[in-house]
């Protein structure tokens, strides 16, 4: 992990299994579509699956079960039909609320840069709009119109930085290392902090040259694959354990 941090001026936001608890949803989801053909999802499939978009994840997937005749299309649609039972009953992860309304209140800018699309992302937050809904339209999707033309999905960075561009942070394109990148669009980007859970994530993240809080599931750390170029900034168990003054951030205080 890095000793020293940079001063942040803005946050962005991972969603799943780092807002939501929505990874044990997916969990149980994917391994009740298993069942019927005797396959279990485990851990260091599931870890290759987290954080992409969803049909990026299902390939993936199925790749480990080349037997099951099932098509990413098939698998998706089961799967889209026992989410959506479980979607409005998904709670906050420890830290989350404090923690947005801690940046919102003291004028923090911050979005969210989920590989959900649009319509999953609505179902998950309609029922906690208190939090959700400080963020206004600063939320990027999977299926919105930045992620059309190319874009890529995490490992690669351009969710993020298309997110730190909407809210009027120049930043550029192109992961850090890019010749076409300027010093100050990388300079904007070490303002920026990002928190994760998912390796794919951190890795985009370090590929923006931004700085990443990872907050992974204890399974995680026993498939931890990245690079050292690609290692996050800080490694916390819950976003409870996040101290905003170590980032240069206003303090929690008895009002946040």
């Known amino acids: ?3 020293t941090k940079s001063t942040i001026k803005y946050v962005l ?24 053909y005797g396959a279990v999802m485990t851990w260091d499939i599931k870890a290759g ?16 079960f080349p037997d099951i005749p099932l098509t990413p299309t098939a698998y998706l649609e089961q799967r889209t039909a026992l989410q959506d039972l479980r979607w409005p ?10 923690l947005v309304k801690h940046l919102y209140i003291h004028g923090i800018p911050m979005a969210i840069a989920t590989g959900s699309v649009r319509r999953n992302y609505e179902l998950k937050t309609a029922h906690l709009k208190d939090v959700f809904g400080l963020f206004g339209s600063n939320v990027l999707c999977a299926d919105d119109p930045w992620a059309q033309n190319g874009a890529r999905g995490k ?5 993020f930085l298309a997110a730190a561009r909407a809210i009027g942070r120049m930043v550029g394109e192109g992961e850090v290392d890019d010749t076409d990148v300027t010093d100050v669009e990388r300079a904007e980007r ?13 890795q985009a993240g370090k590929r923006a040259g931004m700085n990443v809080v990872w907050i992974p599931d204890p399974n995680l750390l026993k498939l931890d694959a990245q690079s050292d170029a690609q290692k996050p900034d800080q490694l916390l168990r819950s976003l409870d354990e996040f101290k905003p003054e170590e980032w240069g951030l206003p303090p929690y205080d008895l009002v946040s």
């Not at 807002?19 to 069942?35: F, K």
């Not at 009953?89 to 404090?98: A, F, M, Y």
């Not at 070490?190 to 951190?202: H, N, T, W």
């Open 49 to 64: 699956l987290m954080g992409k978009p969803e049909h990026a994840a299902a390939l993936h997937l199925l790749s480990f």
């Open 190 to 202: 070490m303002c920026g902090l990002i928190f994760e859970d998912a390796i794919a994530g951190v």
């Open 13 to 36: 936001f991972d969603m799943d299994g780092l807002m939501i608890d929505s990874e044990r949803v997916y969990t149980d989801v994917t391994n009740e579509i298993l069942a019927p």
């Open 155 to 159: 490992p690669f960075p351009d969710v």
């Open 1 to 3: 992990m890095s000793g």
């Open 89 to 98: 009953n998904v709670s906050l992860l420890p830290g989350v609320q404090k």
